[in-house]
């Protein structure tokens, strides 16, 4: 059977307005002193040869969906784990997190499963959730509807930065498992699932966190860069981190994809399903020697 393509710009989200925006923002940020305006994480030296790296996320519109199937809790952990990777493609250890629970009208039971959602994974990660805020806006939000948004704060030793302007062609690109769709694509996903549902697992399965692959990449190899593949699919994100002149080139048949995947391939594009999802590979890492590790790609020259 045949079903129509979608893509996420007919679903209501364009990447490359996203882009544009960080480019029409970039002078007035980086006018505030602020380097590296566009990677996960913001950096600010502490004067002692440290520097604290910062990064701020949100759910999106997974919120509706785990709203409906009640599983909001999930959508909590998605934000910590979130916010974490993103700082620990820096390098840092993360310290601390916050969060911002908007509606047009709070239930305590849904701000408590987001909040108790989050906790889970900042104890998991030895992160100190310090505090918050926690909003009605009737008028800005649908009734019903809510918003959940956070940030994490960690601090790297200037000489274990990771921000890869060491990575060369011929470095390899290790890929770490996603948990299935995690937490970036879902307008487009709703709009598929008004066609045909799917209840699998891997759907709504939360963020996973990386922090403990990152530790343990780092003790053994010569990590120069950090991806984490969100919005924009593993080449979008990987190019975020590659010098000038380099490429990332993927082997897509190197891995097995959930089976998320291959349902959401009967109403997407190959072209777009790399865009816009991470199609089973949540975090990478490139070394210029892999050892055992999965590789499921290159640097190479542009």
């Given at each position: 059977m045949t079903h129509e393509r979608r893509t996420y710009a007919s679903a209501g989200v364009s990447i490359d307005k996203a882009d544009a925006v960080v480019s029409r923002l970039r002078e007035a940020v980086e006018s505030t002193g602020a380097t590296g305006f566009g990677a996960f994480a913001g950096l600010h030296p502490l004067g002692d040869g440290r520097l604290l790296a910062a990064s701020t996320?949100?759910?999106?519109?997974?919120?509706?969906?785990?709203?409906?199937?009640?599983?909001?809790?999930?959508?909590?952990?998605?934000?910590?784990?979130?916010?974490?990777?993103d700082v620990a493609t820096s390098g840092a250890e993360p310290l601390l997190f916050l969060d911002y629970v908007a509606a047009s009208e709070i239930d305590l039971e849904q701000v408590a499963e987001l909040v108790e959602g989050a906790a889970e994974v900042c104890r998991e990660a030895g992160v100190a959730l310090v505090g918050g805020e926690t909003?009605?806006?009737?008028?800005?939000?649908?009734?019903?509807?809510l918003d959940f948004a956070g940030t994490c704060v960690g601090?790297?030793?200037?000489?274990?930065?990771?921000?890869?302007?060491?990575?060369?062609?011929?470095d390899a690109v290790i890929g770490l498992p996603s948990a299935g769709v995690h937490a970036n694509g879902f307008t487009l996903v709703r709009k598929i699932l008004e066609e045909e549902d799917y209840d699998g697992d891997d759907l709504l399965a939360p963020t996973r966190l990386y922090l403990s692959d990152v530790?343990?990449?780092?003790?053994?190899?010569?990590?120069?860069?950090?991806?984490?593949?969100?919005?924009?699919?593993?080449?979008?994100?990987?190019?975020?981190?590659?010098?000038?002149?380099?490429?990332?080139?993927?082997?897509?048949?190197?891995w097995e994809r959930p089976p998320v995947f291959r349902w959401l391939a009967q109403y997407v594009e190959e072209d777009e399903l790399r865009r816009v999802f991470n199609l089973g590979i949540g975090y990478c890492a490139i070394v210029p020697d892999p050892g055992e590790e999965r590789v499921i790609g290159r640097i190479v020259t542009a």
């Open positions: 996320d949100g759910v999106g519109t997974k919120l509706i969906l785990a709203r409906e199937r009640g599983a909001l809790r999930v959508c909590g952990a998605d934000l910590a784990a979130h916010c974490i990777n909003a009605e806006l009737p008028g800005i939000y649908r009734e019903g509807e601090v790297v030793e200037r000489g274990c930065l990771i921000d890869g302007s060491r990575i060369e062609a011929g530790r343990r990449l780092r003790a053994s190899l010569d990590v120069r860069g950090l991806a984490h593949v969100t919005g924009g699919g593993i080449v979008g994100n990987l190019s975020r981190i590659l010098p000038d002149g380099l490429r990332p080139e993927i082997d897509w048949d190197a």
